[in-house]
């Protein structure tokens, strides 16, 4: 069970329905061993009414002391009768059956008795009026016909425990909505800070609280903001490294182009050296942004409905103008038609950088071969879009780390090729950014296949 508010209802609730139960059970058993002897309160009251009739049968005569029983019947409920020493009814209403055994029981032990018979339970107790002669009274109870005393704990009771347990049950799920609301409110605002609103704070509410929870809530306000304060920073830092760095790569194409003027034919070679090498700090440059505001969160994402096919239709035809100058192609195999929601841009640069990698690593006179496929993974529908090149592929031990920044197989065949490490780092932020997974692994027959799954949009 993952909640906490119902583990807190639930334990509580158990243990004071376990407490309840077991009292019960408790006073079950306790009444219980009463039961031969009958009930203290039972026995007690049977007790003086009997004392009490003798008293009267032998004072006043057998008038007087129905009278006294009638009084009694009224008020409680038990329609008594009086026996003599011979078990001869002598007082009280009509002889109920199966008295005439009970009072010979009770004449023997001089103890209570009870008796059930038939859907009647007559309890008789033994007096001894202030000459010495014996009676015997036997009670009827109206009010619990046919019940012994045990039964009519466990009636009586269990009609007590239910309120016990329905209060109970009000006061276990208050307190288990006091623990578990506020956590819900913490959690709440994590993830608002997780998805890079970086203004998410605690509430006032929180705040105020004088418990571990209080506490918890100021310092992650506290923790939140010096968050914040490091991102914007690292913004400034960014923006000021690129203004800083992008200026002389501007100036250093115009003292290039001046140079190749001015410069003879020997020194072609080098000035073209010269200018991959600033279009490469160019895109590093721009890759290293890119990292940056999808890592922290700034890359905001806007929510339209992107048609896959065309976007990759478009990557492709870009891809393979580029890739047919060193000897290579780029493939559109099977494109299914598939809508999802994002950002075009990320999604785009995303599955261009997977595209570009194979083309890097692909073997020369090889293709790179792209499909799109609809599928469905657990009831819901997913855009899979493979990338696969024809190349060395990446040794087993190396596959989960292709998607860590500056992360390079070997580095002599990346400075070679001009990878920087960064291209597959950008993709997988993205993709996860958008709900989806990226995941790579070698082919059977080789080279690197990258697998990208994106939620489909339902309109599709």
């Known amino acids: 069970m993952r909640s906490l508010f119902l583990r807190i209802l639930l334990f509580f609730g ?6 309840a139960v077991a009292s019960f059970a408790a006073g079950a058993i306790t009444q219980r061993r009463f039961s031969d002897k009958g009930p203290p309160f039972l026995t007690h009251a049977l007790g003086i009414y ?43 209403g009509s002889q109920p059956d199966g008295d005439r055994a009970l009072v010979t029981r009770v004449l023997q032990t001089g103890s209570f008795e009870h008796l059930q018979v ?13 000459k010495g002669t014996a009676y015997v009274l036997v009670a009827v109870d109206r009010a619990m016909p046919g019940r012994p005393g045990f039964f009519r704990f466990l009636i009586f009771d269990s009609a007590r425990l239910t309120p016990v347990l329905l209060i109970g049950g009000l006061l276990c799920f208050w307190l288990a ?31 105020n609280r004088r418990d571990e929870i209080g506490y918890l809530s100021r310092d992650f306000n506290l923790m939140a903001d010096r968050i914040e304060s490091l991102v914007d920073a690292q913004r400034r830092l960014l923006g000021d490294i690129s203004h800083e760095l992008r200026s002389p790569l501007a ?28 279009e490469r700090l160019n895109e590093l440059i721009g890759q290293l942004l890119a990292l940056s505001r999808v890592e922290t969160g700034t890359e905001q994402i806007d929510r339209t409905d992107i048609n896959l096919p ?21 493939v559109l195999g099977q494109c299914e038609p598939c809508l999802v929601t994002g950002t075009t841009d990320l999604i785009r640069s995303a599955i261009e950088n997977v595209v570009r990698n194979a083309m890097r690593y692909t073997n020369e006179a090889t293709q790179v071969d792209i499909s799109l496929h609809c599928e469905a993974t657990n009831g819901a529908g997913r855009a899979v879009i493979r990338v696969r090149d024809h190349g060395d592929g990446v040794p087993e031990e190396s596959i989960s780390n292709i998607f860590r920044p500056f992360y390079r197989v070997g580095d002599d065949r990346d400075r070679m090729t001009g990878g ?14 958008h709900g ?3 995941r790579a692994s070698n082919a059977k027959d080789g080279g690197l296949l990258v697998e990208i799954s994106l939620p489909i949009n339902d309109k599709d």
């Open 118 to 130: 038939g859907g009647v339970f007559l309890n008789a107790v033994l007096a001894r009026s202030a």
């Open 251 to 278: 100036r250093l194409g115009v003292a290039l182009g001046l140079a190749r003027r001015r410069a003879g034919a020997e020194a072609g070679t080098a000035l073209d050296r010269i200018e991959r090498e600033g």
């Open 310 to 330: 065309a976007v990759i239709e478009q990557i492709v035809e870009d891809a393979n103008f580029e890739a047919q100058e060193r000897n290579r192609s780029v």
């Open 177 to 207: 909505t006091y623990i578990s609301s506020p956590l819900r409110q913490l959690r709440a605002v994590t993830h608002e800070l997780a998805e890079g609103r970086l203004t998410a704070r605690v509430n006032g509410k929180l705040l």
């Open 436 to 438: 989806g997974t990226i």
């Open 420 to 433: 920087s490490g960064l291209g597959l780092a950008i993709a997988g932020r993205a993709v996860r950014l």
């Open 14 to 19: 158990l243990a004071m329905i376990g407490a």
């Open 50 to 92: 009997a004392q009490t009739a003798a008293d009267i049968f032998e004072r006043e005569g057998p008038a007087a002391t129905n009278e006294y029983l009638v009084r009694v019947a009224r008020t409680s409920s038990m329609d008594a009768q009086l026996f003599d020493a011979n078990g001869n009814r002598v007082a009280g």
